[in-house]
């Protein structure tokens, strides 16, 4: 099995879990705000600003020229290029959509630690909306940015952004999870998780199921390595039991009734299930092959 | 103009002199392991197919798409396709996100170790050869005439004239990557 090892799954696969994290936490961040929820809006302000750091730490990490970005992102801008660029490659959206949203959630920070006076800005209606807006296409990017790749048939697949969006919205009501106390919101992040939970279980047998039997013999060999094969014992254990299985179990039991220690633990499986999902995606990749 | 490949599996002897002649002329003849395929750095790929009835083996390299994947999915215009038709790469704009190599449906990029450039044909040198009206060097040791490179806008370009002669077909066609690498699968 000659799995793709163009990208290093681990690091790309901790870079869209950060990207999900930050671009699904502005959007919550910009809800709890227009809702008029202040309850940790600073700690979950935190996470975000973190969440993008770390994202382009990793994103930077797997590229074979570094040193060279700087310079190259510079010509290309001046050059004009960049800018048509941004029209055919998700790439160039993404480091447009990261760069953005870094600045935007940097205020938000500020705002919500050192520098009380960028209310006015920040808490206006338009900020939060587009904070919220940047955060969904930052998700929606790290989705189309495997599925655009048409090397890989597995990954090539429309599915794919669904997923990633469902999964960045199950981390984003974890990481609610884990920091609001108060019962009534948590009873709704119990909710509203659950039924995340319940989609993304559908959308992940679909892509299975669609990579099984679509015919393209490379997509095959993926799912096959991820539902019986090389890659199954990890698929398994950590995306199907501790991602998917056990956060709905505990979200049904927390239904009944809520429990903070039992609340924590099905939020971190819900983040360890989908960094393990992305990981195991990019892992799977098989290249096309060729013949006459 | 529209720069084109053509290889010629019936006449391929499959003696790889075409391989050796590209690692010399453009990654000075090094002994280097080539990362992303195995064996040497050269910009051709050699696939053998062991089907026990009919054992075939493919030579194939970039195909300089019309429709190129590569160079759409590049965030700075590293990858871009020249006036001449050649995909080509420009070191200074490339970040090295090694999108154009997940992208490329014939997996036909492979990473210099060194440099960390997404390397494929044409190489340096062979560009060069082209600028200077001359063939790529793979076309001119090729000892059994397997390999034609020429406009196919022209007419009486050599791959035209192959083009016109033999059964050709192109990879992954349904891709609609829209290639100019052509193979002559028979007369
Ligand atoms: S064969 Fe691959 S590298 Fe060459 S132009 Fe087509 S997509 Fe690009
Ligand atoms: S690795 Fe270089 S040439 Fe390839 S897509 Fe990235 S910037 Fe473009």
Known sequence: MMFQEVWNPVIIGLFLWFAGIAGMGSVAYALMKLGKVEEKTKE?????????????????????????????????????TFFYKLSTSWMTIGISLLSILLLLALLVLLRETVAKGLQKIVDAKWYLVLTGFVGFMVVI????????????????????????????????????????????????????????????????????????????????RSAEALVAGELAAAFWLLVVLV????????????????????????????????????ILVLQAGIFLELSL | MRLAHLWDQSRCIGCGACIAACNAANYRSTTK???????????????????????????????????????????????????????KINPDLCIGCKYCMTACPYGMRWLDPDFGLPEKCMGETCQSRVKAGLMPVCVT??????????????????????????????????KGTRPKFFVVVGR
């Open chain 1, 141 to 220: 990017y790290s989705g189309f940015l495997i599925a655009d790749a048409p090397g890989v048939p597995f990954w090539n697949n429309s599915l794919i952004p669904v997923l990633w969006i469902l999964s960045a919205s199950i981390c984003a009501i974890a990481v609610l999870k884990i920091l609001v106390h108060k019962p009534e919101v948590s009873n709704f992040l119990t909710k509203s998780g659950l039924a995340v939970d319940i989609a993304e279980a559908v959308a992940l047998a679909s892509l299975l199921n669609v990579s099984l039997y679509s015919g393209v013999e490379a997509a095959r």
């Open chain 2, 141 to 174: 040791v090729c000892p059994a005439g397997a390999r034609a490179f020429g406009d196919l806008d022209d007419p009486n370009s050599e791959v035209n004239k192959r083009l016109k002669k033999g059964r050709v077909v192109r990879l992954l066609e349904y």
């Open chain 2, 33 to 87: 392991d080539n990362p992303t395929w195995g064996g040497v750095q050269t910009n051709i790929k050699r696939i053998v197919f062991d089907l026990k009835e009919k054992p075939y083996i493919l030579l194939v390299q970039c195909q300089h798409c019309e429709n190129a994947p590569c160079v759409a999915v590049c965030p700075t215009g590293a990858s871009y396709i020249d006036r001449d038709g050649l995909v």
């Open chain 1, 243 to 278: 991602g998917v299985a056990v956060p709905m179990v505990l979200g049904f039991m927390l239904l009944r009734k809520e429990d903070r220690r039992l609340a924590l633990l099905a939020a971190a499986c819900a983040l360890v299930g989908a960094l393990a999902l992305r």
């Open chain 1, 44 to 80: 979950l302000s935190c996470v975000v600003f973190a969440s993008i750091v770390l994202a382009l730490v990793f994103v930077v990490a797997d590229l074979s020229r570094p040193l060279n970005m700087p310079l190259a992102i510079i010509r290309s801008v001046l050059s004009g």
